[in-house]
Every structure is written in C-alpha cells, then in structure tokens.
C-alpha cells in the first residue's frame, strides 16, 4: 500500500498516451471518509477519480461509459505509529441502459444497470497503481424489482484494475493501460490514468423480481452469466485529483 501511496502522490509509470476527454472542471470530495484516529491530517490524503470514458464487457453485456463515474479514497499516516491506510470513500455510477427490450418492448422492459460498491478495496503493493474493486451491478426495471443484482455484497464482481498489462485467460487477451500522467497544474494539479481489467470473473444474478429469484434464470440467459475469467473486460480512462485533509478543512 505504501508503494501505491508514492505513486499516486507524485511517481508516475511511463504511458504511451494521455486521456484526451475533457477534464472535469470541478472535483467533488463529499465523500472523503473521516480521519481515523490518530491519523495526520496534513499527511492523509483524499483521492478522487473521474472516469471519463471507456468500456464495461461483462457476460453478454457490452456498454460504453459515457457518463461519468466518480470513485474516492483516502490514504492515512498516523505519526504516531507510522502505520498507513487505504480507506475507501465511494462510488458514484449513473445508470446505464445495457438492454432496449429485455421482453421484447423497447419502452417498458428496457434493463438498465447501475454500478455500485460491494465491500472490496485494495491497492495491492505495485508500481503499476493496481486497484481491486469489489462491485455490484444493480439490474433496473420494475418488473424485475429492487433487489435484482449482478454480484453481491458476499459474492461481488472483483475488478482487478492496472495501468500496467493484464495476463487475462483465454480466449481474452493481454491489455495495457497507462501510466499516471499531470495533465493540468493549475488552479489544482490533475493527472490522468488509464485502469485496465479482463481477467475477473462475474457471478449469477440474484434477487431478480421483487427479491424472489423468479426471474434469476432469465437475467442468467439473456446476460450470460455467470461469466467465468477471460470474457469480461474493464477499461478506464480517468483524472485524478488529490487533497490533503488540513487543505479540506479537517
């Protein structure tokens, strides 16, 4: 963790491009998680990422992000004990419609999906900014009531990201990301990053209709899921941009 700490706070691995969506000109740090005890507010960072574009392939389901998604976390240094922290803040998705007619009415039975947190964050020690992302994908459609999830909370859809190449199993193929990158300097330094991922697994629907499962079977068939590793894929392209907690007022 200290090592995904250093990068994210200065070093950046080489990149062949940089993103060239248009940087967001404000970055919302709401969801900032509260300072453990003891922890230094002007060593503890809060990180927040922009993803801007890209692509989200899992099972049959193959959508491009075409609205943002925010994502934020903190990393904590009590200078008491020496000891650091990855603490994870949130996860902003918008609802994506990933199916026109699911029953055959483009209107009624579209299926759209929102992505959420499912309890899982790590950065794993590595110089190529590695996240593992547990997540949730949230079916909407009132005929398949509220409950109708891809992964949960106990069986989540682990995202292992990196700016660094994937070793996906077949019949995927290894992908590489980019490296961090300051793209702006003023009035706030911004980076860009790529984060790439195709060699996770996705689990069975659960819960769908009205939280009885009725309807698990469909969502099953029409998705393709449970998707085993090797045919669901991740891509990022994103701005990060980071505070200190003194800058943020705590």
């Known amino acids: 963790?200290?090592?995904?700490?250093?990068?994210?706070?200065?070093?950046?691995?080489?990149?062949?491009?940089?993103?060239?969506?248009?940087?967001?000109?404000?970055?919302?740090?709401?969801?900032?998680?509260?300072?453990?005890?003891?922890?230094?507010?002007?060593?503890?960072?809060?990180?927040?990422?922009?993803?801007?574009?890209?692509?989200?392939?899992?099972?049959?389901?193959?959508q491009a992000i075409e609205e943002p998604i925010r994502f934020t976390y903190a990393n904590t240094f009590d200078s008491s004990t020496f000891e650091s922290k990855i603490i994870f803040g949130g996860l902003e998705a918008p609802k994506m419609l990933v199916q026109p007619g699911l029953f055959g009415d483009p209107l009624l039975t579209a299926v759209y999906a929102k992505v959420e947190y499912a309890g899982t964050?790590?950065?794993?020690?590595?110089?190529?900014?590695?996240?593992?992302?547990?997540?949730?994908?949230?079916?909407?459609?009132?005929?398949?009531?509220?409950?109708?999830?891809?992964?949960?909370?106990?069986?989540?859809?682990?995202?292992?990201?990196t700016t660094g190449t994937t070793n996906p199993p077949a019949p995927n193929t290894p992908i590489t990301g980019e490296g961090l990158q300051v793209v702006q300097t003023t009035p706030e330094i911004v980076r860009s990053a790529k984060h790439v991922g195709n060699d996770f697994a996705v689990p069975g629907?659960?819960?769908?209709?009205?939280?009885?499962?009725?309807?698990?079977?469909?969502?099953?068939?029409?998705?393709?899921?449970?998707?085993?590793?090797?045919?669901?894929?991740?891509?990022?392209n994103e701005y990060i941009v980071k505070k200190t907690y003194t800058q943020l007022g705590s």
């Open 121 to 161: 964050f790590e950065m794993p020690v590595s110089s190529d900014f590695e996240i593992n992302l547990g997540v949730k994908v949230r079916l909407i459609n009132p005929a398949l009531g509220s409950n109708c999830t891809v992964g949960t909370n106990s069986n989540p859809i682990v995202l292992k990201l």
């Open 1 to 62: 963790m200290a090592a995904a700490a250093l990068l994210v706070s200065g070093m950046a691995s080489s990149a062949s491009a940089v993103n060239t969506d248009p940087i967001p000109s404000s970055f919302d740090f709401s969801d900032c998680p509260p300072l453990p005890e003891g922890a230094n507010a002007n060593l503890s960072n809060c990180y927040v990422g922009v993803v801007t574009s890209g692509t989200f392939k899992i099972g049959n389901f193959d």
């Open 205 to 236: 629907a659960k819960g769908c209709v009205f939280g009885g499962g009725v309807a698990d079977w469909l969502i099953n068939q029409v998705g393709g899921f449970p998707s085993a590793a090797g045919k669901n894929t991740m891509i990022q």
